[in-house]
């Protein structure tokens, strides 16, 4: 049965998608796509009448996808410090996933030519998990809005070194099966993550109220 609506939208996403991770935005062709696609081009330009507005598409669904894998720090642990040190686990998991890598990669290669494109894929991948871990800092440890953003971003920063750019550079490969939460424990160093929020997130009793050390 011959997709259509939403349901030929969304398959061209997933095909536009998959195009850019393995051959670039300006290697990939409206020609290419449609043919991935299993559509025509006729069809293809109804629902986006170029490929700037195809790419950006392809990146908001990323952001719902992504986001739907990733959930918010809450949902990972009842302990607050804790769910800070499953939610950047489980975004250092998701690095290493070849979809989510190559995604990085795409962005970095795009972004001299195409600068408010790659700077979308980064504020999917990284905006979004800062903000979301920074609103859990505020809400779980008290920490005042500009605070908990400069906490977030360094624990993000602490979690993903060294292992992005070994991923970037294929010092380590990819991997290509999803990474399931269930596994987080096994495929990321939780413990590494939780020495690193105890030293720039001591729980509330180490400091005084108000107040973290630096």
């Not at 970037?168 to 424990?185: D, K, S, Y």
């Amino acid at each position: 049965m011959a997709r259509r609506g939403e349901a030929l939208r969304a398959h061209i996403l997933d095909a536009a998608k998959l195009a850019f991770l393995e051959s670039g935005f300006e290697r990939t062709s409206m020609d290419a796509i449609a043919a991935r696609a299993e559509t025509s081009k006729r069809s293809l330009y109804a629902h986006f009448p170029t490929k700037d507005a195809l790419f950006l598409a392809v990146v908001e669904r990323i952001r719902a996808l992504f986001g739907e894998r990733m959930r918010t720090p809450g949902e990972y642990a009842g302990e607050p410090l804790e769910a800070v040190v499953q939610y950047c686990g489980r975004f250092l998991q998701l690095l290493r996933w070849s979809s989510v890598g190559k995604m990085v990669r795409l962005g970095i290669a795009e972004a001299e030519r195409l600068p408010d494109l790659a700077s979308g894929l980064y504020d999917v991948l990284f905006g979004l998990t800062v903000r979301d871990l920074a609103s859990h800092l505020v809400t779980a440890s008290g920490l005042a809005a500009d605070e908990a953003e400069a906490v977030a971003n360094e624990l993000i920063g602490l979690t993903i070194h060294p292992l992005l750019p070994r991923l970037l550079f294929g010092v380590e490969p990819l991997t290509e099966e999803t990474p399931e939460e269930a596994r987080l424990a096994a495929d990321v160093d939780l413990d590494r993550i939780r020495r690193l929020v105890g030293i720039v997130l001591p729980p509330p009793s180490a400091t005084p109220s108000g107040s973290r050390k630096a």
